[in-house]
Every structure is written in structure tokens, then in C-alpha cells.
């Protein structure tokens, strides 16, 4: 057994920073009870911004316009190309435009309901609220939601809920909301509020007397290694499915910048919540370097099936229709191919399990559109789809009108995050996390069109106010540039660099980071299992040590090393990856993404274990490879009853 | 599939570059042409060669990173971004030419690998509405016309690429200006800056260095975006209205 799995139990968190009283008052109070910062005084502070994404871009322009001076940072050659513009489906907000009953009481209920009651109440009640005002703010800056004739604003219904509250604008939702964010920024940048680092990566946190004072980031292009120092530190970095290697995120997106504050004291919560799309185009060979999604929006009119023998190898239209197994429709006759997305994704892997997979490597599922187009016809579907059946003909060479797609699930969300309080402020003072970086407000499970309102509602109205707080309560002292933190922390990140640089070995980056991803695919994907995940704990230290022993970056760290970058962040993702089984191991229940075998119900479906588990797990770091520290944040649900899910 | 790349390499911006030749081989018709590029850098680390560098990051066509040019296209003989180019579209035996964007205003960064930034200059010189976060009426306080929403959509649907800078003769950025400019003076929200908006954006553009626009029309051919052609006129209309305003 690993001594990782021995891991401490410390103090609970006792207390999230959150206002008592009724819930719908709580953010009001919050913001009442802020000490403010005089204008004329926020010239003087500076803040540093890791990332550009939705949280980012919309943190960094708004704290700008406020007059405080931003210092910004992005490891792509522009702000614009931040991984929230992959985003597709849509934005939700509870505007009840369609006066079908949605309120903010709606939303909030929806999103701890459908983060299987993981979710603190108290936050996800107020992204309810700031909901409305992020669709007022983004129509302000042009952005080009779907209208309808009479120009008002068009939404549609997604995945869990029974209210049409997704704003949209085509399939492209998160591409015109990040250029909303990014257009307001560079007018920041232009003013000369926000300095802009693009092409620059954290690579650490600088802690001076506790308290979080800036960052040592790299620039990618000459390799200079600087500290930058701040009055507070806000991560909007992303999340951490690319430590799956294969992902539907962004090669680049990396988990560097929220584990380095992780090691220096931030706690990292539930890092075992990650969500699993079930509709992606499978992997077609080895060479496979990331996995695209398709939007969910397919499942009202396909049928997804296997065929009933294994290693029927026959192509689809030879088999014939009693040889077919439309798994879904037979497992949950009443909600059918529209069941939650764990749900779909999980019973996809059960048949590939069973040898009934199709495509290369049995890793696929058929989702057949040949009754849609016989009841509709192929113009109508073509209407609903036709782009989506593009793009996955570009990229199969398979005509969807003729011949089912093949889809297989894929990483593309992670719940898990560094723990923030109500005030989105980590573990280490001065630090705050923002977005898909934080752990805040989905729970065990991630609602569709949650992910945007999530990022926008942290970056433009939540972390502003409680950021003025923090800066006007706290003396902050400049750090002088010869202070012995700076120069200890540019050391360690130069050294890391330097021996990754010395081992000179044989084996690529990438062939370590598939490795990793394929060990977490399988002890830590879809379906967990007390045995698989201490497979995986004893596996990943010696997959460290042999990347230490073997690893091969050619080049110098004074240039533009991609290698060597991939290297970098495969170190933090080892470490990471070792946390993500240890959570999965300890939670011994079955909650939304996170499925234990050992946890379900007669149906085969997650058994939640409320008694035990009604918890956030945040957890402390205590070294490399040394067992981390508990600390539980008790859930209290006073407004959402906690109900078992039913889909049969 | 076996081929012969012939690719650009430069050690940095000042440094002096030249076409290498690399042989690949066992390359998958499924590849995206990246992940052909992908197998020949796992094969040069390997042998303990400096892999061949280019920007990418999402590879599913939407955040505009990757970009060459592939046998003097940009973006290659397909009109989609360079990620979601698939090998199947090249036969066994080719010869691939690989360069970077060649342009004055996007100086070589290593390889493959420009420098875009003149791009987010543009952008910040008048690419935006002016709505501080907070000051917002509801949304809609202001009906849009769906045809308005439309074409304000089809121009912002731009990705930054360059390639149309690539593929003009003259390195002009007009059509990346326009559909930009277009996209927001066509909005009732926009209407308040539509002038100095238009009047600010030319001007950084040529500031930038870029080149001036003769209409051969290759910016449009070129875009994996499709953003129309007509948007650079609509852009100098913006213009002479402003300048006459």
C-alpha cells in the first residue's frame, strides 16, 4: 500500500466567510459590509491577473476600470485565444424572458440539484442572482446572442432542466462572450490600466509573511524568469482536464498555475469531480492528440446503440435491427438518449467493457440518425444540425446522413478546484481563485451553459467587490525586490527548469503525459474502484521517478522551448494526478461525475452516501509524495432538500 | 503515408532561416496535419533535435493559434484552420512546403511562429464598446433587428488568425479590421463610437505596418472563417461617412 493513501485529517473548515441570515440577503450583505477603497487610492494597488479566459478577462477589465493597475497574464500570444472561446452550447440565466416559471430560486435549485447536493448553498444562490446582470452586461458590448424577429433575445433549454433559459449565439457562445471580455480589456490595455504579459507562464506564487505578493513567471520566448509583486494574487487559470492527456480542452490548458499555490498553501478541493462528456468524436489512432466534442444538443434525435453480439464487426447498415442494442432507450425507457451526462457517458463505457464497442479499438457507440431523417426528413435534420454533421465529416471523412457517428465519452470539465471561501479568496491570504480554476459552484457535477455564467459572474461581479475589501482591510507593505522570498522562489523555479533540462534521457513529454492520461482513463475515469485506484497510487510515483530518470528536452530554457514547457507542467500534473486518486479513494460514495462501483444502487446507478460524505474535501499540501492533510468544509442544506436522482 | 516536408526553420527573429528537408513516414490519413507535425517532433526529440515549433492550442478550429503556410496557402488546400486539416487530403509520396505567415507586421518568432500582436493593437485601438461592467440596461431595453444580429454575428465570428494577412499580396489586414468594425457599428450599441471607432482602427492598422488593400480578394478566399469580402467596402463606407461627418 502507498503511504499516500495514509493521508491526516485536520481541523474542519468551520467558517466560509458567508453572511447569515436569508439567502437572498446574504450577497447584499456581503457587499454592504466590504470596506470600500477610495478611488483615488486604487491607482496604487496593483493586481495581478493570471489568465484571460472569461473569469480573467472579465476580472482584469472590470478591476481596471476601477482604477486599480492591473498586471495580466497569458500564456498564449494573445488574450483572446483563452480556452473558455472552445465553449459552445450556451449561457444560462435566470431572466424568465419566457415566463415559463424560471426565477433565481429556479436556477439556484437546478445547479445544487444537478451538482448532486456537493455545492455550497450560499454561493451557488448568489451566481443565480448575478446571473440576469451578465446577459445585460454582455448585450452592452455587442455581443451577438441568437434574436428572434421581433429582436429580443432568443434562449433554448439544455441538459437537467425544465425552463428555456440558455442564451446563446449559434454554436459559438463562448468564442462572442470571450471577445466581450478581451474587447473591454483591451481598451484597458490601451488606457494604459492593464499591462499585458501574453506569451508569459507562472510558474510560482510568491508568499511573503503569508500573504500572497505576486507571481515568478516565465516568458516563453526568451526564457527570462522575473517576479512580478502585487497587493493580491487572483488565479484565473482554468481547469485541470488536461491531465488526461487526452481532453477536449486546449493542449496548452495545464493545472502549473493553481498546483504551484496549491504547494504553497492554498488548499486544492474535490479534485475527483470531473465531468465526462458523452458525446465526442472517439479517438482514431494513436497519434490522437485531443478529442473534440459535439454538442449534446444531438441526443433529441439520435439513437445511440451497439450491436447486441460481440465483435459484431459487420458495418452498421448489415446489421440488422433485432441484432441491435439501443442500451439507453432499454436502461431508462422514460427519459431515453436524454439521460443527465454522466448517466449516458458511464452506460457507454459498460458496453465497450463488454466487447460491444465499435470503431478502432472498440471504443465507440453508434448514434444513428436514420429514423430522425426518415420521420423529418434530410433537410430538417440538416436545418438542426448541419453544421455539427460538417464538422464531424471533416474530421471522420464518414457522412453522417448515411453512416451513424461514432462517439465515445471525453474528460472536458473539472468541478474540483483550489477551495475559495464566499469571498472567492483561497487558503492563503491575498490569493484569490476565479472560474473553472476555483472549486465553488458545481459540485459533484457540472449543468450544461453553467460553465460561462460561472466564469463571467466571478470576473465581473463577484470578485470585484470582495477584492476592494480585501485591499482596504490589509496593511500591504511594498516587497522590496531584494527580499530573500523573491529570490528563493525564482531559484526553485530555475532549478526545476535546469534539471528537467539535465536528465537528457530518451523519452518524449508526450509519451509520459499519455501514459499518465491513460492510467487516470482507466483507475480514475468513468467508473472508480477501491482496487484500480491503489493501482493508480502505486503507478504514478514510479511513473515520476522514470520521467526523472528518462525524460529528454532538447534545447536551452533561454529560448522558445515548447518541450520543455510540456515537461514543466507533466511535473505538476504527476502530483496533481496523485491527489485526484487519493479523493477518489477516500470518498467512498458515488456523487454526480464521481462514480465508486462499490457505491450503487440495485440499478446500477450512484449511490450517494449523505451521512458520510455531505462534505467538500480540501486538501493540504505537506510534500511530494507525502500524504496531504483533510480539512472538511460540512455541507448544510437548509433550502435544497437532498433527494436521490432517478432516470429509469 | 510517407512524405517529404520541406519546412522553415529559424532559430529566432534575428537569426537567418532556410527550408529543411524531413522525411515522415506510417503518417495516418486520420491525422490532422498538427499531429502529423506532432509524430515528426517526437521523432526529432527523440534523436535529440529541437522539435519544429508552431503555435496551437484548442485544435478544434476556434482560437486561432495554429496557422502556416502549406504549399503556399494559408492554412492549406482546404479552407478550414490548419488543425482541422486532415492528412487524407494529401497523397502518399507528396512533397509539403511549410512556411509561417509571411508578413512585415508579423515578424518570425522561431519557425513557425509569428508575432500576432499588431492584431490586439488594432483591437484596442477602438475594437470595443465602451460599457463599463455594472452600467448595463436590461438587455432588452434595446431590440435588435434579427438580419442586424446576424451580420453583426457572421463579422465577430473572426478568429484572429492572420490568415488573411498571409494571403494578401500586400500584408494588408483589412478584412481582420472590417470585420471587426462592421460587427459593431451595424449594432444600435455601437452607434455612439461607430465614427471614431472606424477612424481610430484604420489608423492603427497602418501604423502597424500592414499593407493597403488592392481587392484581389485573397484575404476572403483564404479565411477559415468565411467573414465576406464586401465587409472591407462596408468598412471604407464607415470610413468616408466618419471622415465626411
Known sequence: MSSYASYTVGEPIADTKAPDGPIEQRWDQRRFDAKLVNPANRRKHTVIVVGTGLAGGAAGATLAEQGYHVVQFCFQDSPRRAHSIAAQGGINAAKNYRNDGDSVRRLFYDTVKGGDFRARESNVHRLAQVSVEIIDQCVAQGVPFAREYGGLLDTRSFGGVQVSRTFYARGQTGQQLLLGAYQALSRQIAAGNVEIHPRTEMLDLLVVDGRARGIVARDLVTGEIRTYTADAVVLASGGYGNVFYLSTNAKNSNATAIWRAHRRGAYFANPCFTQIHPTCIPRSGDHQSKLTLMSESLRNDGRIWVPKAKGDDRPPAAIPEDERDYYLERIYPSFGNLVPRDIASRAAKNVCDEGRGVGPGGQGVYLDFADAIRRLGRDAVAAKYGNLFDMYERITAEDPYRVPMRIYPAIHYTMGGLWVDYDLQTTVPGLFAIGEANFSDHGANRLGASALMQGLADGYFVLPPTLNDYLARNPLPAVPADHPAVASAEAEVGDRLNLILAVNGDRTPDSFHRELGELLWDECGMARDEAGLRRALERIPRLRDEFWRRIKVPGTGQELNQSLEKANRLVDHFELAELMCLDALHRAESCGGHFRTESQTPDGEAARRDEDYSYAAAWEFTGTGTAPVLHREALDFAYVHPTQRSYA | ?245
Open chain 2, 1 to 245: 503515408m510517407n512524405l517529404t516536408l520541406r519546412i522553415w526553420r529559424q532559430a529566432g527573429p534575428d537569426a537567418p532561416g532556410s527550408m529543411t528537408t524531413y522525411q515522415v513516414s506510417g503518417i495516418s490519413p486520420d491525422m490532422s496535419f498538427l499531429e502529423m507535425l506532432d509524430t515528426l517532433n517526437e521523432e526529432l526529440i527523440t534523436r535529440g533535435d529541437q522539435p519544429v515549433a508552431f503555435d496551437h492550442d484548442c485544435r478544434e478550429g476556434i482560437c486561432g493559434a495554429c496557422g502556416m503556410v502549406i504549399n503556399g496557402r494559408a492554412h492549406g488546400p482546404e479552407r478550414t484552420t490548419t488543425c482541422q486539416l486532415h492528412m487524407r487530403h494529401f497523397k502518399d509520396g507528396d512533397t509539403i512546403d511549410v512556411e509561417p505567415w509571411r508578413a512585415a507586421a508579423f515578424p518570425v518568432v522561431k519557425d513557425l511562429v509569428v508575432d500576432r500582436s499588431a492584431f490586439d493593437r488594432i483591437i484596442g485601438s477602438g475594437g470595443y464598446i465602451t460599457a463599463p461592467t455594472g452600467s448595463a440596461p436590461d438587455a432588452h431595453a434595446t431590440p435588435v433587428p434579427k438580419d442586424t444580429a446576424d451580420t453583426a454575428f457572421e463579422h465577430a465570428e473572426c478568429i484572429g488568425c492572420g490568415a488573411c494577412v498571409a494571403a494578401c499580396p500586400n500584408g494588408s489586414a483589412m478584412l481582420f479590421t472590417s470585420a471587426k468594425v462592421v460587427h459593431l457599428n451595424v449594432l444600435p450599441q455601437g452607434a455612439p463610437e461607430r465614427s471614431s471607432r472606424v477612424r481610430n482602427m484604420v489608423a492603427a492598422m497602418d501604423a502597424e505596418g500592414f499593407g493597403g488593400c488592392t481587392n484581389t480578394g485573397e484575404c476572403a478566399t483564404a479565411c477559415p472563417k468565411g467573414i465576406p469580402l464586401p465587409s472591407i467596402a462596408a468598412m471604407n463606407r464607415e470610413y468616408l461617412r466618419a471622415s465626411l461627418g
